[in-house]
């Protein structure tokens, strides 16, 4: 029997196999309400969110995530200003460096940016934060209809929107987004993504509709958002497993829809799986909460309290998501959207218990022990609204209904009196009753809203005073030579020290200054060991290259010798000593070493960075994954006698990517280069290749022989980025060519595994 023939038998046996119609998908496009009008109910939860969020659309500093995604942003708009690929290029404002293009994800830094050729950056920054934000309840109406719920199940949901509030303050509401919130920009996008992802890949895998669409939501949900990608490929799964009796017909459908997906995201995919080795494990995550979530008995209790979806308010939303699952159960052998929308449930349930509850299960995703469990709420989120909907629109009906049967001649008089173009009237009296029973969640939100508002005002006025003054020693230190600047960290004095809210560690990064101190941003091999710097230690400044140090007027450093070179308002700049190393590239010795994986830098070379060691001009080297130590430089009598000299340095990290000097050594020693060490980093000595070992706490260096030298560092970021949109151009136009000869097909066969009634009409 021939390759062909099998394959034909084998999609034949899946289709016989659900000879009844067990899926009963009902892709009827009619409306089974005779009143229109329910669109009103998704303009109603945008203008809403139009008006509470306006302020959001303010240009200010941000105390939060959002600071540091400006800042990727402002930096792909020069980078594409100047004809250059961010995604191949070094990122150097954080943690000393890292390709924090590839290693996170940037595809919304990426867009906004080439918006902000046309525009001021940080302007174009606030209108996408404001508008995605305000107008997500169109997109949640939008994909409510492509699983086919009814126009006012699916308008109700999109008015529930703008209520999400729970008490991980994470997940799909406000609080993740707004001033006062989390600033998590990026799964703003994937915000909306995610739920075209889900309707749009169970219409092909439950009707073989969309592919095209399917495919593109996923990619770009892989594109905007590592953790919500990991929740859309998983919710492909649970459409596979709700129609057991199809899973023939349904596992060629995942699996082509998996692998057009996979394909057309192969660009961001394959850079951050080729250097996972080198992507650091935030140690000061792993076992907690963020990682690991709460476990079951904990989330089911804010979720039967209705603290999920609305924490200190009446639990409106809750109650309507109890209705639907119990409508779900009455219809679950006869609607399969049903079936979906609980499975997605369940399924992002399972994922926000977390280990404790379902370490055995969790552990079998590949990448698990990336994954921050506590964000899957939002899955838990968009499941509920969307079902919500579904439950308050169900209610209506059985109520409805249970008056007809006891008022038969009262309630046709009633719809008598609405008929024709009357019925608009009682559409809009039906908007006004959802809007009015929805009423105590939208105060609190504007409430909360009003809060962010009223401190954005305060943040306007602080920027266009302190933030002046901080701006001026900026300017002050780039006139001096310019270097790495230490403001404070989140664990000390740092956490207080501040522009209006916003901490100054964090306000220098979005002046896109090369600072060090707003840790656990970045995955780059430096981002553990820069939270042990420490501030009392000279020979951390060294190591990290820090020049000048900006803190409050009423304190004074903990090393010496420095000395205060200027003085803004309550904010002072100091700078340390010519004799003090600070530049990027020194003239060093190494001896000994250390064992390294990218799960231990931090604990591993802690004791280093605590101690004066480098003062003396040597520094141990890291085996690093189990790669051989670099070499030793200090001679064996252990006599420590200033190896060289550099005679002139350069650098530019942002544009050319590189950094020179002119080394005159008296003996073999190393040039050490205080840049996150990375694989793709390249060095040369008078042209000649030279070998880049890493030494503590993550920096780079090269062994330099004695003489005078020309040593040049360079960054190569991956190659292979034109092949891979090859791939997935080449990808995208198949997709397309597809979808294009489906539709000039007579429609016979959809493909549909079954039929069944309206969604909604229970």
Known sequence: MNLRRRWSIFLREGQLLDPIGTSNVALAERDSSPWPGAWLLVVAAGVFNLWSLRAEARVVAYPNDSGMHLQMTELARHLLAGGM???????????????????????????????????????????????????????????????????????????????????????????????????????????????????????????????????????????????????????????????????????????????????????????ILLRSTWQAVNQFQVGTTINNSYGAPRVLAWLFTGQLFDFQRWAVLSVFLAVAVVVSVLRWRVDERVRALVGVLALSLVLFCGRPSFAWLIDLIPGNQNLLLQRFIMGVQLAGILLAGLGLVSLGRFLAATLTRWRPRYVQYVVGAFSGGWRWLASVAMVASVLLLLLPGLVEINHYDGTSRALIVTQEAADSTQGAQVRSLVTQAERLGGGRIYAGMPSNWGRRFSVGDVPVYLYLEQLKVDAVGFTLRTSGLMTDPECYFDQRQLADYELFGVKYIIMPTWKRPAISPVWRIDVAGHYALWELSNQTPTALLQVIDTSGSVSATNATLGPVTR?????????????????????APGPSTLPSSGRISPPGRIERQVADLVNSQSAEAVVATTRRSALLFKVAFDPHWVATIDGQPAKIFMVEPALMAVAVPAGTHDVVFTYRGFAYYPELLVVSGL????????????????????GTDGVGGQLGDA
């Open 85 to 271: 690929s961010p995604f191949d290029h070094w990122y150097p404002l954080l943690s000393l460096g890292s390709p924090f293009f590839v290693q996170y994800q940037s595809f919304s830094a990426l867009l906004v940016g080439a918006l902000g050729l046309l525009a001021p950056v940080a302007t174009v920054y606030a209108l996408s934060l404001y508008l995605l934000l305000a107008l997500w309840p169109v997109c949640v109406y939008w994909s409510a209809r492509l699983f086919n719920l009814e126009p006012w199940a699916a308008a109700v949901s999109a008015a529930m929107a703008p209520l999400l509030f729970s008490v991980t303050s994470r997940g799909f509401g406000h609080q993740s987004y707004v001033w006062i919130g989390s600033g998590l920009w990026s799964q703003l996008f994937a915000m909306w993504t995610l739920p075209l992802a889900w309707a749009l890949s169970w219409r092909w895998i439950a009707r073989k509709e969309h592919l095209l669409g399917a495919a593109l939501a996923l990619a770009l949900t892989v594109a905007f958002h590592f953790l919500t990608a990991y929740l859309a490929l998983l919710s492909v799964g649970v459409w596979l497993i709700i129609v057991p009796t199809a899973w023939r017909t349904r596992l060629v459908r995942t699996l082509t829809l998996v692998a057009a997906s996979m394909l057309l995201a192969l660009p961001v995919t394959v850079p």
């Open 607 to 627: 004791n280093f960075l605590a101690s004066s060691e480098a003062l003396h001009g040597v520094v141990p080297t890291v085996a690093f994954a189990g790669a």
């Open 731 to 750: 990808t995208l136009a198949g997709l397309v060519i597809f979808t294009l000869r489906r539709r000039r097909r007579p429609v016979l066969d959809q």
